[in-house]
């Protein structure tokens, strides 16, 4: 579920301890950096003065501190730009969990002061939320850089926004998915909540309205569940990766998605190495295992194991942005109209020693896709560093990995499901897509039922294959 944890949480009345918010919501940059500076690859700033990203979203944004911090040096980065910045969280969950441990609800002054308003309240970051979380971690403030908006939403529906609409997203392991999203789960969900709105209706009558919009919520997914059976989280990822594949900008917008905590894992293998390997973390693979352990030791001690570098052609249809120069999260009353689009796109998946992580960035197609990938600096690092060749992947040897990735049937949740998931984004589309409503169809012919309905995929796909 798109929740927020708040087990560690250890402050709520008076908000004397705000910096215990921290360790629950924000990490600062830390996981946007991963990607690029422990890689030695390329810089988040070289990131930022590359591609211009003066709109930024946040899956899962907590305290939005991250966001914050994010588009602050973007600004500081870019002074003369507009630089507007959005985060979606679960404001209704985060302030009923509160309250199922017993504690009650800051007021919106009490939480402004802190500077952890978001956890409680959607809307645009007030001037005393901004400046309480400025002063608390050292972030020059940028006149250009609008306030945040926090969205209160479930990223489950999608992503509410039209296409086109941001140049970086980006998220910190906040996309927790249990290893099946099934109706029986979902239904005890609801009775808790149910239980915890009656307990806190007794005492504080006033958040009655949020807590029964948080079990109704709760109600759809149920509902939706009991439509359309139980969906693996390969499902939910590709679904989520869609959408934000669909409001990147066309060129130049790039996501960074931290997916999972992975711990102190040793990788088996990588399909970098060898394209038809079923599981990194379960399976040897069948090249020689002395070269294997030698390629990934060296990995290792760079901090990365690469999985898989691609670059494809992504065709799609949805309308163009919205979000822009107002600095808000809505769209106009008469919205773009529909339009068909193609766009060259860059994946990375790869893992560092706590974490799974996909890098996506959208390429200007000239001269071709392959050639605008390998003059990314980013990419010629890694080709650097781990010698190999971009190889064209045929449509036969697509199906045969993806028939390989369905036969994976792991029944404890863990890394596979995602590492999965990212490949077969790649290669196998969706039967439908479309956002804010239900997405999933247990047959593949199955109609979409909704106007609009859009398919994402990829086409001309190359690989970047490892040598030993």
Known sequence: MSIVGLNSLKVFNGMENPRAFEKVYGFGLRSAELLLSQLALQSFDALVNATRPTSVLEIGCGTAIALLEVASRIGRLLPAARVCSAGITL???GGMMVQAKGRSLPSAAEARRAGVQAVFEAGVLEP??????????????????????????????????????????????ALKWNERHNSSALARDIAAAANMSAAANMSQPGQAAARANT?????ERSRRAELLGDVPVEEYLRFLLDEVHRVLRTVDGSAILSLLNVGHREWRASPMLEPQLPS????????????????????RRANVVPLELVVG???WSGRDGCFGGACNATCPTNEPATSSRSTCTLGLAYATKERFMLHVRNLADAPSCTQAARRL??????????????????RTASHSIVATLQNLNRSIPGVDPYV???RRWWREPLPCHFPASPAWRSRVDAPCGVEGAQRMV???????KASL
């Open 215 to 219: 079990v109704q919520s709760l109600a």
């Open 128 to 173: 005393e939320t901004v400046e309480a979380l400025e002063r608390r971690l050292q972030i020059a403030h940028q006149p250009n850089a609008a306030p945040p908006v926090i969205i209160d939403h479930d990223y489950d529906n999608g992503l509410p926004f039209p296409a086109n609409s941001f140049g970086l997203v980006f998220e910190q392991v």
């Open 313 to 315: 052609r992504v065709t």
């Open 377 to 394: 600096p980013l990419v010629q690092a890694l080709m650097a560093a781990v010698p190999g060749a971009w190889q064209p992947e045929a």
């Open 458 to 464: 990829w086409s001309h796909l190359h690989v970047y």
């Open 280 to 299: 990194p973390v379960h399976d040897a693979g069948t090249l020689p295992a002395a070269a294997v352990a030698a390629w990934l030791a060296a990995r």
């Open 420 to 422: 999965s998931g990212v």
């Open 91 to 93: 404001v209704s969950y």
